[in-house]
C-alpha cells in the first residue's frame, strides 16, 4: 500500500504543494546555521540544484539545536541572529524556509520569518508547543518520536489540528531498536498517511546512531540513498535530508549530513522513482 492510496489533504507552501499526487518536495540544508555565509552559500547551491532538476525545495536549517547529546556540542547561533540570517536567505534567494522550535514562546518570532515550523521528534508530545504552532497558522512539521508507532501521531496531529490549523506534515524518521540504534521501518509510512495528512521521510536522520559516539551521536551515511530510495518508491510527499558542502566540518551531525557534491547524482535518480510511482509527467 501507498500514501497515495489515503489521499491526504494538501498542504501548500507558497508555490509549493506537498500531498495530491505530486512530485516530492525535497527539505534540505545544513543540519544547524553555522554562520551567514555558510547558509547562503548553501541555500544557493540547494536552489540552483533543486531548480534544474525541477524538484520542489525547502530550505532547511536550524538557529538551535537544543538536544545535542553534550552540553558541549554546537547548538547554533540562538533564534535572533539565526532568524535573521534566514530572513536574509529568504530575501536574496526567495526560498521556502523551514526551521525547529522547542518552546511556545519562539513560536510568534519564528513564523513571521519563515514558511514552515517544525516539531522535532523529541518534543512531538509537547502539548503547549503544539498548541501554539497551530495558532500560528503556519504549516507544521510534526517529527515522529523514536519512541512512537506510527498510528500514535494521529493523537499528535490532534493537538495541532485543534487549533483550526490543518496544514500538518508528518515526518519519520526512524524507531529506536535497541540500545545506539534506529531502524526505518517503511510500513510506517502508508501508516503515518492513514492519520490523513502528507507524509514526509527524513533520509539523514533515520541513520543516525544515537549516542554511538559517546558524547555524540554516530552515523551510518552510506544507507542514506537506500532508504531514500525506498521511501520515494512507497511514495512519500516529501523527502528530508540535511546536507553540507563539507560533512567532515560539519558542527551538527557530522556522520549523517549528506554530501552536498553527491546529491544531484541521487536526486536524479530520486526523481525518476516518483514519476513512475505517481505516473507523473517529466517536467521540461
Known amino acids: 500500500m501507498t500514501c497515495r492510496e489515503y489521499s491526504p489533504p494538501e498542504v501548500s507552501v507558497g508555490s509549493l504543494t506537498f500531498g495530491g499526487g505530486t512530485p516530492f518536495v525535497l527539505i534540505a540544508g545544513p543540519c544547524v546555521i553555522e554562520d551567514r555565509d555558510s547558509a547562503l552559500r548553501h541555500a544557493e547551491a540547494l536552489r540552483s540544484l533543486t531548480a534544474r532538476l525541477h524538484v520542489p525545495f525547502v530550505y532547511k536549517s536550524s538557529y538551535d539545536k537544543a538536544n545535542r547529546s ?15 540570517i534566514l530572513a536574509e536567505v529568504k530575501r536574496e534567494l526567495g526560498v521556502p524556509l523551514l526551521t525547529d522550535v522547542h518552546t511556545p514562546q519562539e513560536v510568534a518570532a519564528t513564523a513571521e520569518v519563515v514558511d514552515i515550523l517544525q ?97 555524540m551521536s554516530g552515523g551510518q551515511r552510506e544507507f542514506i540513498p537506500p532508504l531514500a530510495r525506498a521511501a520515494v518508491a512507497v511514495g512519500v510527499d516529501g523527502l528530508f535530508m540535511e546536507v553540507h558542502k563539507e560533512p567532515e566540518r560539519a558542527l551538527s551531525d557530522s556522520a549523517t549530513v549528506f554530501p552536498l557534491a553527491r546529491l544531484e547524482s541521487l536526486l536524479h535518480t530520486l526523481v525518476e522513482i516518483d514519476r513512475l510511482i505517481k505516473n507523473t509527467p517529466s517536467a521540461q
Do not use: W
Open 70 to 84: 553534550s552540553h558541549a556540542s554546537f547548538r547554533g547561533l540562538g533564534m535572533q541572529e539565526g532568524l535573521d
Open 119 to 215: 516539531i522535532p521528534a523529541f518534543l512531538c508530545r509537547q502539548t503547549d508547543l503544539l498548541l501554539a504552532a497551530g495558532r500560528s497558522q503556519r504549516p507544521v512539521n510534526i517529527k515522529k518520536g523514536q519512541f512512537l508507532a506510527p498510528n500514535d501521531m494521529e493523537y499528535v496531529a490532534q493537538k495541532v489540528a485543534s487549533t483550526g490549523n490543518r496544514r500538518i506534515l508528518l515526518t519519520e524518521r526512524g524507531a529506536s531498536f535497541g540500545y545506539h540504534n534506529l531502524v526505518s521501518d517503511m510500513r510506517s509510512l502508508p501508516i503515518l498517511a492513514r492519520c490523513g495528512y502528507p507524509v514526509v521521510y527524513d533520509a539523514t536522520h533515520s541513520v543516525q546512531l544515537p549516542g554511538g559516539q559517546g558524547p
